[in-house]
């Protein structure tokens, strides 16, 4: 009977246990729901502050940046020096040294801006220079300076030469003179006519060339004075005619995208429309929460190229402790006609890994690779010998973009000139010369975000979306922890009742027999009286009342 009694207790306490098990298992669920049902309104409210907060809009924060980037921008400019140039004037390989870095200071302002009066566009001018940096170039050329002396194709000869082979509408005025500018080349006794000497200053930024002052006096070149870079925009309209873009608000994909460039929304150098059109951004900025769409690619309008170029998603990587995308250029937008004919807008007839810059360079036949000619046609390689092989990690063109904001991190945009030297049967200056693709400059413009501002990015909007991402997983696991727990507490209840049921069982039919109190056939009834007693009512309480 006392264990009878005992028993009693237990059951009554297991149960408020069981009543417990389900409150937990009920807390549990709700927790799990609260995590999934609440993760999207708040994800959705946080993205709606992103986009808000990325808008180019008046008295805005973004807005002062995006007008004057905080973030330093460098150019880092490398020349390619022919250091044989007798023997490459006799049709020998050019034997190419590379002389730098001499590193610049991008300063870019966006003067005068202003908005149409429903915030849709920014109009503004440009303001771009370039300032030698003394102390940043020697952290990476304590040998080179801006005095020393290069040796360079003659490029003015070549784009002569180019001109009265290629230019059906030249007058034959123009074309007489350029000839007889060739002619004084070639009777000039001692004179490798087919390299030019300068100082890196002078080759950079203007040196002296009679082909050129004629070219410029009928509008056949942009300037008296041959100049691989030019201090400012090259477009001679930037400070005075307006650009716009695109500021977000009425749609935010178009975040910074232009409109017009310099008043302009085609380039006039390519051969359809669509290659033609002036899109893309300028590259510090794209459309935000690009997390969600990590396969589309980001598009930047470039001033020296003269058209867009999409960049591909690569990699997730890490800058400065953020998480950025990494896109770079596919290996399709450099492809040759053959291999990809939309290409052939872009006038790509000779090798893949080139771009055709004949048509925007006054006739001077230029053409764009990565830099070291990296993944071009194996055959832009023969006829030179450059000073490295090219690496990937060294000289591929990326930006680490940040996938929330769409703001770039960190990029390094390389872009390698080559003119182009080949026999004509309409004079023979050119024919003595091996043709090749022949190196002039590489320069590689890069920035990355600055410490502090790297710690302003993590705190005002990286740490609340990690809060709430961490704030799911949290509420997943104790919820998860919590269910799972109150459905082991319920079933270790069961099995304890019963084992209890059996034993109640036993021990009735047992006292029973021992009194003589039953038959056999009474058997079955106290069976039946042992499962009433689970049930805690006042009658079994009274039965076990009245067997004791």
Known sequence: HYFIQSNLSLHRMSHVKQICALILALIGIALLIAAFVGRTPLSNLINEQIKQKVLILPGTDTYEKWRESPVPIYDSIYLFNITNPSAFNRGEKADLALVGPFVYRKIEIKKESNFTGDLEFAMFYDYTRYVFDASETLKYNKVSTLEDRVFIPNIPLIGAVSQIAHNSELGDFVKQLLENLIETYEKGEGIDYLTLNGTVQEVLWGMDDPIMAELYKFGLAPSPQLALQTNGSSDAAAETVPTTVYTGYSDISKLDEYMTYHGRNSSGCWGSEAANRINGTEGSMFEPLLIYNK????????????????????????????????????????????????????????????????????????????????????????????????????????????????????????????????????????????????????????GSITPDLADTLKQSLLVPIQITHVLFYVLCVVGGVVFLGAVFCHAHLLRKKHSTTEDLDQLVVSEEEDEGLLNPADRDRTSESSEQFLSFDGKTSRYFEASG
Not at 334 to 350: K, R
Not at 400 to 414: D, L, Q, S
Request: with cysteine; proline share 5%; hydrophobic share 35%.
């Open 295 to 446: 396969s589309r690619s980001v598009s930047i309008y470039n001033e020296q190229l003269h058209r867009a170029v999409d960049l591909s998603f690569n990699e997730e990587s890490q800058y400065s402790g953020i998480t950025c995308y990494r896109y770079t250029i596919p290996d399709w937008a450099l492809e040759s006609q053959e291999n990809n004919p939309i290409n052939e807008a872009y006038y790509a007839y000779i090798y893949s890994g080139m771009l055709n810059l004949t048509k925007c360079s006054s006739g001077v036949p230029l053409f764009v690779t990565k830099a070291m000619m990296l993944d071009a046609d194996e055959r832009l390689r023969e006829n030179v010998t450059l000073p490295t092989a090219p690496n990937r990690t060294l000289h591929e063109t990326f930006l680490c973009v940040e996938p929330y904001t769409g703001v770039v991190i960190n990029g390094h945009k390389r872009v390698q000139i080559n003119v182009q030297i080949e026999h004509h049967n309409i004079t023979g200056i050119l024919n003595n010369t091996r043709p090749a693709f022949i190196p002039l400059i590489y320069v590689d413009e890069h």
